[in-house]
């Protein structure tokens, strides 16, 4: 048993999200529309002592199992993630993180001229790029801190 699980506790029925880099938790719980005023039963563990990363935070959140759709959002900042579902304390699957082609109402686009951050908000878009996001409205492309752009 490794560090990382004495501290974090197992869980009974939900999803651990392992491998997130180092200081990444609070922008995956972002991405979940997690803050915590739902009442949802979550974990962190954050800079937490990895073989393969160095350091990693890991995420666990109690009665949820993720779709695949908020998954592949994930890869944008954690894109080594293993996505655990577990029942009844077991793993039951793990999914691995698939970058999207687009991603739809998660990130804001920085272009204060942007018809997605007008007045009259449409629906944020963005393109998947192998180095970073295109908006699909401004084509302003995103390569650094794309977590500064997650929606809240
Ligand atoms: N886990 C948990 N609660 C459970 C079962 C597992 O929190 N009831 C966590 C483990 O602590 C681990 C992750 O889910 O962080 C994956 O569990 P498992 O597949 O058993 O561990 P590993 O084989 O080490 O996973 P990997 O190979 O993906 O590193
Ligand atoms: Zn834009």
Redesign the pocket.
């Known amino acids: 048993m490794t560090e ?2 004495l501290r ?5 029925d939900g999803t ?1 999200i ?2 997130v880099p180092g200081g990444q938790a609070l922008n995956v719980l972002a991405i979940l529309g997690i803050d915590g005023t739902g009442g949802e039963e979550v974990s962190v563990g954050m800079n937490v002592p990895s073989g393969q990363l160095g350091r990693k935070d ?1 995420v ?1 959140v109690e009665g949820r199992e993720l779709s695949q759709e908020e998954v592949d959002v994930l890869s944008l900042i954690a894109p080594r993630a ?1 996505i ?1 579902i ?1 029942r009844d ?3 039951v699957e ?1 999914l691995r993180v698939e970058r999207p082609d687009r991603v739809v109402g998660v990130l804001s686009c920085p272009n204060a001229n942007c018809i997605t951050t007008g007045d009259e908000p449409i629906e944020s878009t963005f393109d998947v790029l192998d180095d970073g996001v295109r908006c699909a409205y401004c084509d302003t492309i995103v390569r650094e801190d794309i977590a500064a752009l997650i929606e809240v």
């Open positions: 990382t699980e974090v506790s197992k869980i009974e651990v392992d491998h890991i666990k293993t655990n577990v304390y077991e793993v793990k």
